[in-house]
C-alpha cells in the first residue's frame, strides 16, 4: 500500500468516526434489508475468480452484523440467493452454495445472533438444507440480532407461498372457501410471510449502483426507505454504511400520509 493510500485510508476512518459521533440511535432503523449485489463485478475488476468474489462478500457478512450491533439494529435480512440465481451455470453454483453454506454455519457458531431462513429449502442441496435447520435450531434462544438469511428467495414466490399457506392453514381448520374469502386482508397475508411475527423493513441498502428491488420483500418494502450505494459489496465499508443510516435519519417517513 502506498503513501497516498493509506493517508485515504486515515482520513476515511476519521470521517466515520465523524459520522458516527453524530448519529442519533434512536434514529436507527431496526430492521435493515440488504441487497448485497456486486460480488462477481468486484472480481472481475480485481482480477479474481467468480468463487473469489463470492467468498470476499462472505466475509464482509460478519463485519457488516458487527456494525449493526454497535447501532442498536435489531433484525437484519441478508439477501445472499435469489430464485433467480437457480438458472446461473452449475460451475458457478456449486462452490456456491458451499460458500453460504459456511456463512450460515459460522454466523451460527459465532454465538450473537440468531438466524432464520426466508426462502425456499426444495431446491437447494440437502446439505445446506440441512445447515439451515441446524442453525436455526441452534440459535433459535440467542438474544441477539435476528439475520434472516434469504436463500432461494424471490418476493413473488413469498406470497405465493404465504397465499398456499392460508389456504391450506383454511382446510386444515375446516374452513370454507367462501369463509376464507371474508376473512381475507393485508394482515392475514403478512401473517404467513416468511417474516410474519417480524416488523417490515424501515431501510433497504443495495450496493453496486443497481437501484431496482429485483424482487427483494415486496409485500414488506412497500413503506420502506431505499439506500443505493455505489460500491460492490465486498468493498462496502463501515462509512458507506454509516452514511446509509444518517440519510435514512434524515428523512422524514410519511407512510403515504
Known amino acids: 500500500m502506498n503513501l497516498r493510500d493509506t493517508l485515504r485510508g486515515l482520513l476515511v476512518k476519521v470521517y466515520a468516526r465523524r459520522v458516527e459521533g453524530h448519529l442519533d440511535h434512536a434514529q436507527v432503523p431496526k430492521h435493515i434489508g440488504v441487497i448485497m449485489d456486486g460480488n462477481r463485478r468486484w472480481a472481475k475488476a480485481a482480477g479474481s475468480t467468480t468463487a473469489q468474489g463470492?467468498?470476499?462478500?462472505?466475509?464482509?457478512?460478519?463485519?457488516?452484523?458487527?456494525?449493526?450491533?454497535?447501532?442498536?439494529?435489531?433484525?437484519?435480512?441478508?439477501?445472499?440467493?435469489?430464485?433467480?440465481?437457480?438458472?446461473?451455470?452449475?460451475?458457478?453454483?456449486?462452490?456456491?452454495?458451499?460458500?453460504?453454506?459456511?456463512?450460515?454455519?459460522?454466523?451460527?457458531?459465532?454465538?450473537?445472533?440468531?438466524?432464520?431462513?426466508?426462502?425456499?429449502?426444495?431446491?437447494?442441496?440437502?446439505?445446506?438444507q440441512t445447515a439451515l435447520k441446524e442453525s436455526e435450531a441452534s440459535t433459535a434462544d440467542v438474544d441477539g440480532i435476528l439475520v434472516n438469511v434469504a436463500i432461494g428467495y424471490g418476493g413473488r414466490q413469498e406470497i405465493a407461498d404465504a397465499v398456499r399457506s392460508m389456504v391450506q392453514d383454511a382446510h386444515e381448520k375446516g374452513t370454507s372457501m367462501e369463509e376464507l374469502a371474508e376473512k381475507v386482508s393485508v394482515d392475514l397475508i403478512g401473517s404467513h410471510l416468511y417474516t410474519g411475527d417480524q416488523p417490515d423493513p424501515d431501510l433497504v441498502i443495495r450496493t453496486s449502483g443497481e437501484q431496482r428491488l429485483s424482487g427483494f420483500m415486496l409485500w414488506q418494502t412497500a413503506h420502506s426507505e431505499y439506500y443505493f450505494c455505489d460500491v460492490f459489496w465486498p468493498a462496502f465499508r463501515k462509512v458507506d454504511f454509516l452514511r446509509a443510516l444518517r440519510d435514512y435519519a434524515a428523512r422524514g417517513r410519511r407512510y403515504g400520509s
Open 54 to 128: 463470492h467468498r470476499a462478500g462472505a466475509h464482509k457478512i460478519e463485519e457488516f452484523l458487527g456494525w449493526c450491533t454497535e447501532t442498536d439494529v435489531k433484525v437484519v435480512t441478508l439477501w445472499l440467493f435469489s430464485t433467480d440465481n437457480f438458472g446461473r451455470p452449475q460451475e458457478e453454483l456449486v462452490p456456491l452454495f458451499g460458500i453460504i453454506e459456511d456463512v450460515v454455519r459460522t454466523l451460527a457458531a459465532d454465538g450473537r445472533w440468531r438466524v432464520h431462513h426466508v426462502g425456499t429449502l426444495d431446491q437447494l442441496p440437502g446439505q445446506l
